[in-house]
């Protein structure tokens, strides 16, 4: 059985930065589809990042190419999502999902 738990998520100012952090238990993640999304109220889930293949082929959502960056760690069974110039559009509540399976999520915001 899959179990993903996200940490991480918190306020922070804007210009500031998060890491996000991704626990896989009942999957090997270096061996997965593995991605970021994130949600506000009333709008539906969008993915901010994912992560693919032999080669860790990376893609980004324009809003945040340039300031996020995912990663893994296969050893410590971790997926990441490192956040920087972050602005109160990033606003949300991300989620992890490796394969199929999704994380519980954790709030980020961003405000002065």
């Known amino acids: 059985q899959v179990h993903l738990v996200e940490s991480g998520g918190g306020l922070v100012q804007p210009g500031g930065s998060l890491r996000l952090s991704c626990a896989a238990s009942?999957?090997?993640?270096?061996?997965?589809?593995v991605s970021w999304h994130r949600q506000t109220p009333g709008k539906e889930r969008e993915m901010v990042a994912d992560?693919?293949?032999?080669?860790?082929?990376?893609s980004y959502a324009d809003s945040v190419k340039g300031r996020f960056t995912i990663s893994r760690d296969a050893d410590k069974n971790m997926v990441y999502l490192q956040m920087t110039s972050l602005i109160p559009e990033d606003t949300a509540v991300y989620y992890c999902k490796v394969s199929d399976s999704w994380g519980q999520g954790t709030q980020v915001t961003v405000s002065s």
């Open positions: 009942g999957v090997n993640v270096s061996r997965s589809y």
């Open positions: 992560m693919f293949g032999f080669f860790d082929v990376r």
